[in-house]
C-alpha cells in the first residue's frame, strides 16, 4: 500500500487523518455491505468487529 499512499496525506490543519491501510479496510466494507459513509461511520460506532477488521484504535466510550 505504502507506494500508492505516497503524498495523500498533505492536508493543511483539521484532525488527523486515518492511516491509508485503515481507510481501505473501511472502503473494502463499504462496498461489501454497500454502506453509504454516515451508515459506515454508524456500523463502525455500533459493531466491534468492524473497528477490529478496520484496524481503528476507538475507545468503547466512543461506542454507542
Same mark, same amino acid.
Do not use: K
Given at each position: 500500500? #505504502? @507506494?500508492? &499512499?505516497?503524498? &495523500? $496525506?498533505? #492536508?493543511?490543519?483539521?484532525? +488527523? +487523518?486515518? +492511516?491509508?491501510? %485503515? =481507510?481501505?479496510?473501511? $472502503?473494502?466494507?463499504?462496498?461489501?455491505?454497500?454502506? /453509504?459513509? @454516515? /451508515? =459506515? *461511520? *454508524? *456500523?463502525? $460506532? *455500533?459493531?466491534?468487529?468492524?473497528?477490529?477488521?478496520?484496524? %481503528?484504535?476507538?475507545? /468503547? #466510550? $466512543? &461506542?454507542?
Amino acid at each position: 500500500i #505504502a @507506494p500508492f &499512499a505516497r503524498g &495523500a $496525506h498533505q #492536508a493543511l490543519g483539521g484532525r +488527523p +487523518p486515518f +492511516p491509508i491501510e %485503515t =481507510m481501505l479496510r473501511i $472502503h473494502c466494507l463499504q462496498l461489501w455491505w454497500n454502506l /453509504s459513509d @454516515p /451508515s =459506515m *461511520e *454508524e *456500523e463502525l $460506532h *455500533e459493531r466491534p468487529l468492524y473497528r477490529r477488521f478496520a484496524g %481503528t484504535r476507538w475507545c /468503547s #466510550a $466512543h &461506542a454507542r
